[in-house]
């Protein structure tokens, strides 16, 4: 039986812990199993129980306090990480063996990580070994989306990782509850980008010709593949997180293999193991 993995990734702040959390309650509305692990050697809180938490492993003050190894925020996170990827089984033995077990990876905003440091790419191959399907799910703050250029830049933010990870990816535009009524409505038409029409609105903007011509011939390439779209998130939605889940359950098929489970015994109900027995105690009286 496969199991299961969304890895939460995107720039600093821009809503992966928010993320987790509420799908983790999402999904126990559902009734569905999931857990989360954190991936942050930085993080200081977080609003969800974690079944596994990288900081048991190494703690980036730990790190930047060492004296022999004087790392800085940044320096000290990239060498966690790098422990983190020659420390997997740490991981492994956190995580156990449960069949079609559902985890989200709670992972740092350092963008290095993405664009090209290896430990990404090692985990999600390490993760396959162990049977996961993994998704990328790569979250870029909607605020940051609602000028053309802006735009560009986190669609090519997201397509680094895409290229980098070689997996299913979702990308995911966060805290569209916090955009105006006037950015809301902006924001639709990069949800659904024509980039043709993009480069035409701000080609007065851009003086050197070589320059636009790059950008023509990025935004002409990201068109015609239809390489990378953006679903919205908005956390108070549940009808859009749903949305988002479906999404991501389909690209790794999520649902396909499950068995039957029988329903948890209710606190005063009879389950469905003694059920006969139930009605029989009810015919004798
Ligand atoms: N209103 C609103 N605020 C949000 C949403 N998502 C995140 N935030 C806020 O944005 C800030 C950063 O959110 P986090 O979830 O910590 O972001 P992160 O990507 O985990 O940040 P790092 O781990 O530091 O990279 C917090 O103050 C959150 O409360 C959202 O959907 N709506
Ligand atoms: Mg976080």
Known sequence: ??????????????????????????????????????????????????????????????????????????????????????????????????????????????????????????????????????CGIFLVDSQFMVENFKFISGVMAALSAM???????????????????????????????????MMEDNSVSLRSKKFKKLTKAICGLIDDYSMVRFLPFDRTDEEGISIVLQHIDFSIQYGEDLEFKEPKEIDGEPSNTNFDEFFQDRDDS
């Not at 600093?12 to 309650?25: F, I, P, R, V």
């Not at 009734?31 to 900081?55: C, G, K, T, W």
Request: charged content about 25%; overall charge negative; proline content about 6%.
């Open 163 to 197: 290229v980098i990870l070689e997996i299913p990816q979702i990308n995911i535009m966060t805290k569209m509850d916090l955009l105006s009524p006037k950015a809301k409505k902006e924001i639709e038409k990069y949800l659904d980008p024509d980039m043709y029409s």
């Open 1 to 134: 039986m496969p199991r299961y993995a969304q890895l939460v990734m995107g720039p600093a702040g821009s809503g992966k812990s928010t993320y987790c959390a509420t799908m983790l309650e999402h999904c126990q509305a559902l009734n569905r199993s999931v857990q989360v692990v954190n991936l942050d050697p930085a993080a200081e809180h977080f609003e969800y129980p974690v079944m596994a938490d990288i900081r048991e492993l190494i703690h980036v003050d730990d790190v930047m306090e060492d004296d022999s190894l004087r790392f800085g925020p940044n320096g000290g996170l990239i060498f966690c990480m790098e422990y983190f990827a020659n420390n997997f089984d740490w991981l492994e033995e956190s995580l156990g063996h449960v069949e079609d077990d559902y985890i989200l990876f709670d992972c740092p905003g350092q963008i290095e990580l993405y664009t090209h440091l290896p430990v990404m790419k090692q985990l999600v191959e390490q993760l396959q070994q162990w049977e996961f399907r993994v």
